[in-house]
């Protein structure tokens, strides 16, 4: 674009800036090109501008886009541009701009933002002295010099001055040419006589700037792709946001004119800083304080010792005003800080402070004015130097949201029903606002979180309407039950189904497969999948990102898990309970199917008259891993009357009823039958077995089974196929010896090196107790061992497997991750305990090592 042509050459401006110098000061200074743009409407506030014209066209990408903002402020003469690119130093804070502004220039490096947005950057200013001139900085003559310098010979910039005609002439190759000029005629006046802007921050009401007659143009052309980049509805509500609106200064962006944030969601209550907040002191961590004082004349402000003057306000809404529906409002909230006009890192609500995730900060605004601040700011005017003051001022907003959490403590989550109204199921809507608020924001577009299932797509709309219409005239018909459905052992506990409206509980979840024996229990259990719903939801409409959710979830559902398998006892235990409850029908058939699920199979429990005791199914991937191959079989548990001393009685062969076995087998369309007792009447028994396909196992070879697991890692479910060829107990005793021959000819780790090596990484990384992985407890294994290839990674794996078997509430892991809730030695002294009370033969790999 070729403005730099027009006019009459009248003086040069002398730019000594190198290429480095523009890095350090644009790229490495302001966040991004959105936020690098609102330097040049700072300058309009700064120059006294009464009226700010921003052009922005649709598409930025068009061979000669450019950006323009044109105001009505006090301009630059030949001595104006001097000053102005003397980059580096201003005279704003000093110089009389003809208004009572504060200024919000300080460092004089606000221009160099537009070096992120495009090549050239010319101003067309018409000054005091009634002339109109114009001078362009083409950034490439920069960049072609000297590359690395800060600072280069002086690079002439030439000032032209532009005759009556030749505007038009100068600004012919802008599409905007002709609104340009008509408001330039107009003296930027457009006739907009609402004025219904609110003033969040308080403090002094200044009289508008009187009209000056002068008028300034900065045009950014030959846009580089950040400038391309630019989000035209961002640029909007930054602007709305982060710059003083109201009566001084009218903002006009593509000739709309802003106004200040607003929403529709009615306003709960409110406190104007200066009007009975009752804060008298802040106190720092290290028992500083500083005094406070209200004030309610000439306006309402704070006088805080250290900070100065601080005025604004704080709402709490009547609904929460962050993200969804909010995101259209231009209103969000949190904490916005004013310093001199201008609102710091809007897109940063924190400011700095933490533990803010409480349900009120969902409806929290707190727009604060602070310019004593302004000596502590950084070159970027994006953040406050860390100090004394920074930590004051962040314990009057700590203040501030506590003052708004008590309301709403006591307000809106004090409403929440009373035990009579639960007990007469009179709840209203309360608990479930957040789960509608959810469904009504992200289920028409297909983002729901991932505990609500959503209809097919064909139909869904229709049904998500249809959904919205029932809750909205009867809130009861969000959750019209709660279903037990049979889902996969790995999936969720809980989801919603907003199809049938139904809370789904997963049956074969290992928390539910632990709460459902009884029909209190399985209320229980109904109640906890609700509870689980109802607290996702909540996390979503208070603000947490679906990550920090699913991470949550993930963490719960471990979890759920652990308490599941605390509760079915460690592997340890559940060996000795096979030995010990033969006796105990019940027990007995209980602790064979802990066993199973211990080995790894998954368990479906039943028996009822004419039932098996359960299904036990081994889901084994492919190599591939695309699909799965799987077997299942029946199990029973036969249990025996006690016998004379310590001896157990053998399992008569007519009690076990093979072919009723058999007939099980068939009707679950399984592949094989397992039978478990103490002993078994030697003879027919086998011969039965052999001819109905019915493998009989002592629970004693089933123990074994289950420590082994327990020292040398997971049993391979292909291996234990085998079992089922066999048919004679004898037999089975015999491939259970020959496995664990197998096994330990492998080498393994001993509880001991493991345990050393757990303790060493933890003094170690004691800073990080996260940081405890398989690959490098296997690293600290070999470094004590003195061996460069045992363990590997894998055997550590294993190892820790069998740890969390034996010690499940203190001893788990996820993948190569692992997790001690106890230090090392103190596990060792727990498993030691365990083990102790198994015969030595029953001990195998790790567990052979328990003195240490």
């Not at 010979?153 to 040419?177: H, S, Y």
């Not at 199990?635 to 009685?649: F, I, L, M, T």
Request: aromatic content about 6%.
């Amino acid at each position: 674009m070729e403005l730099v042509d027009i006019g009459k050459m009248v003086a040069t401006v002398e730019v000594k800036i190198g290429p480095q110098f523009l890095n350090l000061f644009s790229e490495n200074l302001y966040s991004s090109p959105n936020k690098a743009f609102e330097e040049l409407v700072s300058n309009s506030w700064d120059a006294g501008a009464r009226h700010v014209h921003i052009g922005v066209p649709d598409d930025l990408a068009a061979e000669r886009a450019a950006i323009w903002v044109l105001d009505d402020g006090g301009s630059m003469d030949v001595a104006g541009f001097t000053a102005l690119w003397s980059v580096a130093t201003s005279q704003k804070r000093f110089a009389e701009v003809g208004n009572s502004r504060k200024q919000i220039g300080k460092f004089g490096v606000g221009k160099l933002a537009t070096y992120l947005l495009a090549h050239e950057l010319t101003y067309v200013c018409k000054a005091a002295d009634g002339k109109v001139r114009a001078i362009t900085m083409d950034y490439r003559r920069i960049d072609d010099s000297e590359k690395g310098a800060l600072h280069i010979e002086p690079l002439p910039l030439q000032v032209r001055e532009i005759g009556g005609n030749e505007l038009a002439e100068l600004l012919k190759g802008l599409p905007d040419k002709k609104r340009l000029l008509d408001l330039i005629a107009a003296s930027l006046f457009v006739d907009d006589s609402a004025d219904d802007d609110e003033d969040e921050f308080g403090g002094p009401d200044h009289e508008p700037p009187p009209a000056s007659g002068t008028w300034t143009l900065a045009v950014l052309s030959s846009l580089k792709p950040q400038g391309r980049q630019l989000k035209v509805g961002w640029i909007r509500r930054l602007l709305r946001s982060a710059l003083p609106l109201g009566r001084t200064i009218r903002i006009y962006f593509n000739d709309e004119p802003l106004s200040s944030s607003k929403s529709s969601i009615d306003i709960a209550t409110e406190w104007v800083l200066g009007e009975g907040l009752g804060i008298a002191s802040l106190k720092l961590s290290d028992g500083t304080e500083a005094a406070v004082t209200e004030h309610r004349s000439p306006y309402p402000h704070l006088m805080i010792e250290g900070i100065g003057e601080v005025t604004g306000r704080v709402r709490l809404y009547g609904d929460k005003i962050s993200g969804g529906k909010s995101d259209n409002l231009d209103l969000s909230n949190g904490f916005f800080v004013n310093i001199r006009g201008r609102v710091l890192k809007p897109e940063d609500p924190y400011f700095g402070l933490i533990n803010l995730s409480h349900s009120a900060w969902a409806r929290f605004r707190g727009t604060v004015r602070a310019d004593g601040l302004d000596e502590k700011l950084a070159v970027n005017r994006e953040a406050v130097a860390d100090g004394k003051t920074l930590d004051l001022f962040r314990a009057l907003l700590m203040k501030l949201f506590n003052k708004v959490r008590g309301e709403y403590d006591a307000t809106v989550a004090g409403s929440w029903p009373d035990a009579g109204s639960v007990l007469t199921e009179k709840w209203g809507t309360l608990p479930f606002e957040p789960l509608r608020r959810v469904i009504e924001e992200r289920a028409a577009s297909a983002n729901a979180p991932a505990f609500i299932v959503l209809p097919p797509e064909d139909g869904r709309g229709a049904s998500i309407e249809m959904w919205k219409k029932d809750v909205d005239a009867a809130p009861g018909e969000m959750i019209r039950d709660v279903v037990i459905a049979d889902l996969r052992s790995e999936d969720a506990l809980s989801h919603y189904d907003l199809g049938t409206r139904t809370v789904v509980v997963n049956k074969n979840h290992p928390f539910a497969v632990e709460h459902q024996e009884t029909s209190q229990q399985m209320r229980v259990l109904r109640d906890t999948a609700i509870v689980e719903l109802l607290t996702d939801a909540f996390m979503i409409d208070i603000g947490l990102t679906d990550d920090q959710v699913l991470e949550i979830r993930t963490y719960r559902d471990r979890a759920f898990r652990l308490v599941a398998q605390v509760r079915r006892r460690s592997a340890a235990q559940i060996a000795k309970l096979l030995l010990e409850s033969v006796n105990h029908v019940k027990g007995f058939e209980r602790i064979v199917g802990d066993a199973l699920e211990y080995i790894g199979f998954e368990v479906q429990r039943y028996g009822q008259p004419g039932e098996p005791e359960g299904l036990a199914t081994a889901v084994i991937p492919r190599a591939d891993g695309d699909a799965k191959v799987a077997y299942s079989f029946t199990y029973d548990a036969k249990s025996v009357e006690p016998g004379k001393g310590s001896k157990a009685k053998a399992v008569q062969t007519g009690n076990v009823h093979v072919a009723g076995l058999a007939r099980h087998r068939d009707d679950y369309s399984a592949a094989h039958s397992l039978v478990v007792g103490p002993k078994f009447q030697t003879g027919a028994l086998e011969i039965e077995c052999k001819s109905a396909g019915v493998t009989p196992m002592l629970a004693s070879d089933l123990a074994r089974l289950v420590l082994l697991t327990v020292g040398y890692g997971p049993i391979s479910l292909i291996k234990f196929k085998e079992l089922f060829n066999i048919s004679g107990p004898d037999a089975v005793k015999a491939w259970v010896d020959k496995l664990i021959a197998e096994q330990q000819e492998t080498p393994h780790l001993s509880l001991g090196t493991l345990i050393q090596a757990l303790t060493v990484l933890a003094e170690k990384n004691a800073d990080r107790p996260d940081m405890l992985t398989c690959p490098l407890i296997a690293e600290q294994c070999r470094e004590l061992l003195g061996k460069n290839d045992f363990p590997q990674r894998g055997d550590v794996q294993k190892a820790i497997n069998g740890l969390a078997l034996m010690a499940p509430n203190v001893v788990s892991i996820n993948g190569w991750d692992v997790m001690l809730s106890a230090p090392a030695a103190k596990i060792a002294d727990l498993i030691a305990v365990q083990i102790g009370t198994i015969p030595d033969s029953y001990r195998y790999g790790i567990a052979r090592g328990i003195a240490l």
